[in-house]
């Protein structure tokens, strides 16, 4: 009831405290993301806990509570689900791990950039800034894709994203993204005030994009990422 849509996978052959694993998906909202990943974890032997935190009309699911749009969606509700781990007496608080795909790569880099009670971090095709936020009826380049502690993050805005959702909407074949590369070549301030401080985690992390990424920059974005990591050590 805390978390909506969430599904806890445990491993088979399972004794003592348990290291666990938050997963989130990406842009595709509702569980899907989330539960196609966490069951090969807990295969692997952890608990894996898939957590929803986006749930669009389009998704096919009913999440009450989530949002709907993907604007200023809260980092800190993260601090909600380790106190929900430390009441647990089956799971270990002290090795909590984070695995996000996509937008939840990019929501994953602020968590570590902030938690640092996270011991490990995944992300797989993420971001190294915010980006812009989608979903609500208001004006492009307005709204940030997340939030901390209720206020809206500093975000690097599309450029033509309208126009190139209108042109698969037509059923054109446009690449998403030029937008978002056009977007930083423009606002280079913006990006740079947005950039995740992934910096600041001492713990393991470990990144993974692809240059041939149609949907987002991830090769690029990676590689930023990893580049400051070892630039501080």
Do not use: C
């Amino acid at each position: 009831t805390e978390f909506p849509g969430a599904r806890l996978y445990r491993p088979s052959e399972a004794t003592g405290r348990i290291p666990i694993i938050i997963v989130l998906g990406g842009s595709e909202g509702g569980s899907s993301g989330a539960r196609a990943s966490a069951p090969r974890l807990a295969g692997l032997g952890y608990a894996a806990l898939a957590l929803p935190y986006y749930n669009p009309g389009w998704s096919g699911e009913r999440l009450p509570g989530l949002p709907s749009a993907f604007v200023d969606i809260p980092v800190d509700r993260l601090k909600v689900v380790k106190q929900w781990v430390d009441r647990r007496p089956d799971l270990d608080r002290h090795r909590i791990g984070l695995y996000g795909v996509s937008k939840g790569g990019e929501f994953a880099m602020l968590a570590a950039s902030h938690f640092p009670w996270l011991r490990a971090v995944i992300g797989i095709v993420p971001s190294d800034v915010v980006w812009e936020g989608w979903g609500q009826a208001r004006p492009y380049g307005t709204t940030s894709s997340f939030a901390w502690r209720g206020r809206s993050l500093p975000f690097t805005p599309y450029v033509g994203m309208e126009e190139a959702i209108a042109a698969l909407e037509r059923g054109e074949r446009r690449a998403l993204v030029a937008p978002h590369l056009n977007g930083r070549r423009d606002n280079p301030a913006r990006a740079a005030a947005a950039r995740i401080k992934v910096e600041r985690f001492r713990g393991a992390m470990l990144v993974a994009g692809g240059d041939q990424d149609m949907t987002w920059p991830s090769g690029e974005m990676t590689r930023a990422i990893a580049e400051r990591r070892l630039g501080h050590g």
